[in-house]
T-cell receptor
Framework: RKEVEQDPGPFNVPEGATVAFNCTYS??????FFWYRQDCRKEPKLLMSVYSSGNEDGRFTAQLNRASQYISLLIRDSKLSDSATYLC????????????FGKGTKLSVKP | DGGITQSPKYLFRKEGQNVTLSCEQN?????MYWYRQDPGQGLRLIYY???????QKGDIAEGYSVSREKKESFPLTVTSAQKNPTAFYLC????????????????FGPGTRLLVL
């Protein structure tokens, strides 16, 4: 079983739409959770951390369900500039800070 | 400005040649990492270093070597033993972000694209 699984997409949505991405992780010892954004042919950049209580940063909302080992990212009022690949990332306890990356979900926002 | 730099942006390797990719950071981070990304694939860990003069193999270390003689620098050598070196190579360091609201995690350099001639 893959350690971090994401739907690869692509998700094609119109500007202004709300879109949600999901991610599941296999290791219950996972400790920290993140969403990174990667633009085409660029490096991944941290979008936001994911906290147990859920957290919001502007149009972005991240949620964590430890019981189901499930992470989500919700983007409201999509902009053209949101087009990118979104990587779900997990850090396991005792892993010396090593991260496990999902393969990413591709989002394309159309005018 | 604090950050991570990688050079060169593009690198061409001939058959049987060793090439070295540079990674430098001025974030004062102790831990540094090298990843490889192939099209449509996730990031795979090649080597990592938690502290100067120490490094560990990642998931796909065969055909690669590293050194960590200085805190700021973590060069990666792709040796001739690596039979499929064409990929996007990403270096990262771990620590707090440069903005106050960013928590400790890994931050990436801009990457080096390695192509085989």
């Amino acid at each position: 079983r893959k350690e971090v699984e994401q739907d690869p997409g692509p998700f094609n949505v119109p500007e202004g739409a709300t879109v949600a991405f999901n991610c599941t992780y296999s290791n219950s010892a996972s400790q920290s959770f993140f969403w990174y954004r990667q633009d085409c042919r660029k490096e991944p950049k941290l979008l936001m951390s994911v906290y147990s209580s859920g957290n919001e940063d502007g149009r972005f909302t991240a949620q964590l369900n430890r019981a189901s080992q499930y992470i989500s990212l919700l983007i409201r009022d999509s902009k053209l500039s949101d087009s990118a690949t979104y990587l779900c990332v997990v850090n396991m306890r005792g892993s010396q800070g090593n991260l496990i990356f999902g393969k990413g979900t591709k989002l394309s926002v159309k005018p | 400005d604090g950050g991570i730099t990688q050079s060169p942006k593009y690198l061409f390797r001939k058959e049987g040649q060793n090439v070295t990719l540079s990674c430098e950071q001025n974030l004062n981070h102790d831990a540094m990492y090298w990843y490889r990304q192939d099209p449509g694939q996730g990031l795979r860990l090649i080597y990592y270093s938690q502290i100067v003069n120490d490094f560990q193999k990642g998931d796909i270390a065969e055909g690669y070597s590293v050194s960590r003689e200085k805190k700021e620098s973590f060069p990666l050598t792709v040796t001739s033993a690596q039979k499929n070196p064409t990929a996007f190579y990403l270096c990262a360091s771990r620590g707090p972000g440069t903005s106050g609201r960013l928590q400790e995690t890994q931050y990436f350099g801009p990457g080096t694209r390695l192509l085989v001639l």
